[in-house]
């Protein structure tokens, strides 16, 4: 066999070489698709968030109603971006967490902490939600250290907690 005919040879498509570019391709879109952060710090009457897409820098915090919030996330997975969201565990229920993974999203209850590493002594729901936005940002690209999550609870073991206290 000469060099020419070998060379032809090597060249011939293998028939597993069109599932190969079909997985390829496949893989592609999925590592393509766009990725949204949303940390929220939930209160009764308003959520203040704080968006991040893909690995850019976190947008400033918003105060946005419940029913915007929703519809925020809705619009995002509409357009068939990957959404991660989080907030801390607090007095207002695991009901907006069942909302958002309802809906597809991925969603993190996490144990409350306090945000402010640095001691500044300023306490506020824009400096919470921008933390808990990069924070988001390590766990989802996978440092399982960034904050800690909470087991949600069912519905039942919910009414349950509420009806003893």
Known sequence: MTWADRRRELRQPVGCMTNIIEVRVERAAVETAVIIKLAMDVHAGQITSCRQVDGRL?????????????????????????????YEAGPCG????????????????????????????????????????????RYVRGNTDAFTVVRVPSVEEESRRALCC
């Open 94 to 137: 695991y009901g907006l967490h069942r909302q958002l993974v309802a809906l597809g999203a991925i969603n993190y209850v996490v144990a409350p902490q306090c945000w402010d590493e640095r001691r500044r002594g300023v306490k506020t729901d824009q400096r919470d939600a921008r933390e808990l936005c990069q924070r988001l940002d």
């Open 58 to 86: 976190p947008q400033p915090p918003q105060r946005l109603s419940w029913q915007r919030t929703i519809e925020l996330v809705e619009e995002h997975l509409a357009r068939g971006e990957r959404v991660f969201t989080c």
